[in-house]
C-alpha cells in the first residue's frame, strides 16, 4: 500500500514537472516576458526539476545492479550535490 501510494504521488510530481515545462517554454518564448514572470518560471522549473531528480533518485536505488552509489559519492566538495559534467 505504502509502494503504491509512493508510485501515485511520483507520477503527480513527474505531471506537474511537464506541465511547468510547458509554462516555462511559453515565457522563455515571449520576448515581452518581464524580470517577474522569467524568475517564477525559472522558480517553478528548479522546483520540477528537483522533484524528478528525487524520482529518479528513488527508482535509481530500487534497482538491482545500479550504480546509484557510484554516482552519488563523488561530488566536487562544496555543495553536497554529485559532481556533472557540462555538456556542449
Partial sequence: ???RLADEIEADQLRDGAVV???VR???DDRKAGEYALRRALRAAVQALGDVLRV????GARLPG???DAIYDQDD???GLP???ACG
Fill in 1 to 3: 500500500m505504502l509502494s
Fill in 21 to 23: 515545462l510547458k509554462g
Fill in 26 to 28: 511559453a515565457v522563455l
Fill in 56 to 59: 529518479a533518485d528513488s527508482r
Fill in 66 to 68: 545500479s550504480d546509484h
Fill in 77 to 79: 566538495g562544496d555543495d
Fill in 83 to 85: 559532481l556533472v559534467e
